[in-house]
């Protein structure tokens, strides 16, 4: 039941906490691995002045790291696996910049990630255009509506022309860009850009290996042309092009996710990264009402509520606990709050309320719509759990990705059987693999479920070195996933090549050994209804 309107038992007035929310700006960056995304991400914190040096924040090999990454397999892999949410702030403006992983194996995390966010910046590498994590995390924001600011990176190395990559994003995947900067310079030969709103250009100067912010001058457009020669003159008949093309900034449009503003940035070199900045703060939207289960939108000014998007341990080999990532998303909250957790009605102590910056924590003392709040020790919650306080809400659940890899887990080590059965839930509450069973493989043989394989390799890493018990997997030869309703659940299990298992959430699945199969067992039984899941590719 939903019930939007305010108490008073509300301590802050409503009008701070509009004002609070309209500060807000929280975005996450969607990119193939490789485009920049950490680099981007440590020029924007350089740029906003949270750091001085760049590379404080993710700690690559090669760059100055002050914290060191969670895992062994993370730094040997040199991946991100682990979400971070920084927050900084910028102008009058408070920025909350969610990280998501890269690889494509953790595409559920980073659905997750993107059902905590306004906006997302979609970050493409110049010499490669789109690429398929890209077009992948792009369905996926497509689907949920989300505004998208398209930046254009590594300019300062050859690449593409600029008119090719924006005629590319427009055929590929119907996205109508709208460049507020254009390219000064082909690709590899980066002077500046061109702001095509105010007119004029803005000339950068390159710094030592790119390690503090980069100065600009902006220079009237009638003495640019002496400034920048015949670069100059084509980025303004190709911009002329541009707005005889219709592709000239419009809110409604970015709003709705049908059309996109272009930068154009070397993250590396910290060129382009203050207009981001400018963009994400004048064009990004603040947080508005979310829509809760009833299809009831709650407006920011209501009581505090928030929805768990992550959950995640061992971040820290120093803290070996867990981290509840929720976003709020009315009202405000105070560390030490008692809230109510919606899916039990029980109460939640906000005691360990932490913001996290890169991997260091501190101690939160208070939020506001937009921001993420990191709970601490928060053994009952997942992701797509409610919180709320005074008015009860519930928003809707957090849909799991249709897993393709499938693999029974035995522990190794028989006297850990304590150890196993604990871990195995823990990774199945933090969602790093769904886990399956059936009363005919038991207890002491469940079945993780993957999108991605290497979410096998995190479950089997963290079972050896932080739960204590190293466990098998054994790969079983299922492709497709499909819910079915109990009633069935024996029928199926008498089929070739398939079999049931029942998640912990009560949800029966069976898998099937090839799709071809499920289409054939599909053709020969309408009767049976099966249900499919949230497909990867279709976020
Ligand atoms: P990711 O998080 O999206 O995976 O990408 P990341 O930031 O790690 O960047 C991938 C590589 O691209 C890095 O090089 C990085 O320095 C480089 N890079 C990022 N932005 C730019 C840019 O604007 N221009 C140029 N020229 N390069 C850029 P690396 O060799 O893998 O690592 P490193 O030793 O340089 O850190």
Not at 135 to 153: A, D, E, M, S, Y
């Amino acid at each position: 039941m939903s019930d939007n309107t305010l108490t008073t038992t509300d301590t802050k007035s409503a009008a701070r906490v509009t004002a609070e929310a309209a500060r807000r700006r929280t975005f996450a960056v969607i990119s193939h691995p490789d485009a920049g995304k950490s680099t981007l991400t440590e020029a924007l914190a350089l740029h906003a002045r949270v750091i001085t040096e760049a590379g404080a924040i993710h700690g690559k090999a090669g760059r100055r790291s002050t914290v060191s990454d969670w895992m062994e397999m993370e730094k040997a892999r040199g991946i991100s696996i682990t979400s971070t949410a920084l927050q900084f702030p910028y102008r009058d403006c408070v920025i909350n910049l969610l990280d998501t992983p890269g690889h494509a194996d953790f595409s559920e995390d980073t659905y997750r990630v993107l059902t905590a966010v306004d906006a997302a910046v979609m970050l493409i590498d110049a010499a490669k255009g789109l690429e398929p994590q890209t077009l992948k995390l792009f369905q996926v924001c497509k689907h949920r509506g989300i505004p998208i600011i398209t930046v254009i990176n590594k300019w300062d190395r050859p690449g593409r022309h600029a008119l090719e990559l924006m005629d590319e994003i427009h055929e590929r995947i119907g996205l109508r860009t709208t460049p507020l900067t254009w390219p000064v310079g082909i690709a590899g030969d980066f002077k500046g850009v061109m702001d095509r709103r105010k007119g004029h250009y803005i000339r950068f100067t390159r710094t030592a290996g790119g390690a503090t912010a980069a100065p600009e001058e902006h220079i009237p457009a009638d003495a640019a042309a002496d400034a920048a020669g015949t670069d100059w003159e084509t980025a303004v008949e190709e911009s002329e092009l541009l707005s005889m093309d219709g592709s000239d900034f419009d809110p409604d449009t970015f709003r709705t996710g049908e059309s996109s503003p272009v930068l154009f940035t070397s993250a590396a070199l910290n060129f382009g990264v203050n207009q981001l900045l400018d963009v994400l703060v004048e064009l990004a939207p603040s947080p508005g009402p979310i829509v809760d289960v009833n299809g009831v939108p709650r407006p920011v000014e209501s009581p505090f509520s928030a929805f768990v998007f992550k959950v995640q341990a061992g971040m820290d080999s120093s803290h070996r606990d867990r981290i509840a990532y929720a976003r709020v998303c009315s009202g405000t909250f105070e560390r030490g709050d008692v809230l109510t957790h919606a899916g039990t009605g029980k109460p939640f102590v906000t005691k360990y309320a932490q913001s996290v910056f890169g991997q260091q924590r501190s101690t939160l003392d208070d939020a506001w719509p937009g921001d993420v709040i990191g709970l601490a020790n928060a053994a009952v919650l997942r992701p797509g759990d409610t919180l709320y306080r005074d008015v009860p809400v519930v928003y809707p659940p957090i849909p799991s990705f249709s897993p393709e890899y499938f693999s029974v887990a035995r522990g190794t080590d028989p006297s850990k059987h304590k150890q196993f059965r604990k871990g195995i839930e823990q990774l199945d509450q933090e969602g790093v693999v769904q886990v399956l069973r059936s009363d005919r493989r038991g207890e002491q043989a469940p079945v993780f479920a993957a999108v991605g394989p290497m979410q096998f390799e995190v479950a089997q890493h963290r079972m050896a070195t932080e739960i204590g018990s190293p466990i098998a997997l054994e790969s079983l030869p299922y492709q497709v996933a499909r819910i079915v309703d109990p009633e069935d659940a024996e029928f199926m299990n008498k089929q070739v090549s398939a079999e049931v298992l029942t998640r912990s959430d009560g949800v029966m699945l069976v898998l099937f050994s090839t799709p071809w199969r499920l289409q054939g067992f599909q053709r020969d039984n309408p009767d049976i209804k099966l249900r499919s899941l949230v497909a990867a590719a279709e976020g």
